[in-house]
């Protein structure tokens, strides 16, 4: 199985800031996904993280506001850009691995709560 | 839309009673996935069964799937307070993105 670690684990920031989430995966995956899950909400897909290229975003996701970076097999960053209240939510980071390459991973979460 | 439902939304149960979860879903999947998410946190993997499997099982839990009804539960066998969570099922369809339910909150009454 991969472990995935992700930081900072929560953050309470002022509206119109930044912040950079990590994501930092113990074995090589093959796919690397962030998601944001809003309070009492199922998970959404942000975007697929793409190793060395620009991430693939879903309908409602764009760049400008969640730039996303993958510079190895085993890394990804995304940042939450000019953030406002509704961007609070926990933010998690993904990879799929295992034998087969089906099982997909979470990482423990970033609570962010923007102020 | 590809995202499961699941049922019921909520459950509370006495401990040491099984606890069964049901997820729906709308199309064809490779894998069907189960989650668990203990409050704000990250969700824990728990078993993955395959289009061609029926029913897997692993320790207390088992899960079945029946694809002619895109149906699958979750049963947690003899359950303790630490089950305690919300449960999500994700269906898999090669190397598309997961789609959620929209999980199940299970109390587990010491």
């Known amino acids: 199985s991969a472990v995935i670690s992700q930081k900072p684990s929560r953050d309470i920031c002022q509206r119109g800031t930044s912040l950079t989430i990590q994501c930092q995966v113990d074995?090589?995956?093959?796919?690397m996904f962030w998601y944001r899950q809003q309070p009492g909400q199922s998970l959404t897909l942000i975007a697929t993280a793409n190793q060395g290229s620009e991430a693939t975003y879903e309908s409602g996701f764009v760049i400008d506001k969640f730039p996303i970076s993958r510079p190895n097999l085993t890394f990804s960053t995304l940042t939450v850009s000019n953030m406002s209240p509704e961007d609070s939510s926990i933010y998690l980071c993904?990879?799929?691995?295992?034998?087969?390459?089906?099982?997909?991973?979470f990482g423990p979460g970033t609570r962010l709560l923007v102020l | 839309s590809q995202q499961g439902e699941e049922d019921p939304q909520a459950l509370s149960i006495q401990e040491g009673e099984n606890a069964t979860m049901n997820c729906s879903y709308k199309t064809s999947i490779n894998n069907l996935q189960w989650y668990r998410q203990n409050s704000g946190r990250g969700l824990v993997h728990l078993i993955l069964?395959?289009?061609?499997?029926r029913e897997k099982h692993s320790g207390r839990l088992r899960v079945t799937l029946d694809t002619s009804k895109k149906s699958s539960s979750l049963l947690i066998t003899a359950s303790r307070a630490a089950d305690t969570a919300s449960y999500f099922c994700a269906t898999g369809l090669g190397a598309n993105n997961l789609f959620f339910g929209t999980g199940t909150r299970l109390t587990v009454i010491p």
């Open positions: 993904s990879a799929r691995g295992g034998a087969e390459g089906e099982t997909q991973y």
């Open positions: 069964i395959r289009s061609n499997e």
């Open positions: 074995s090589q995956v093959t796919m």
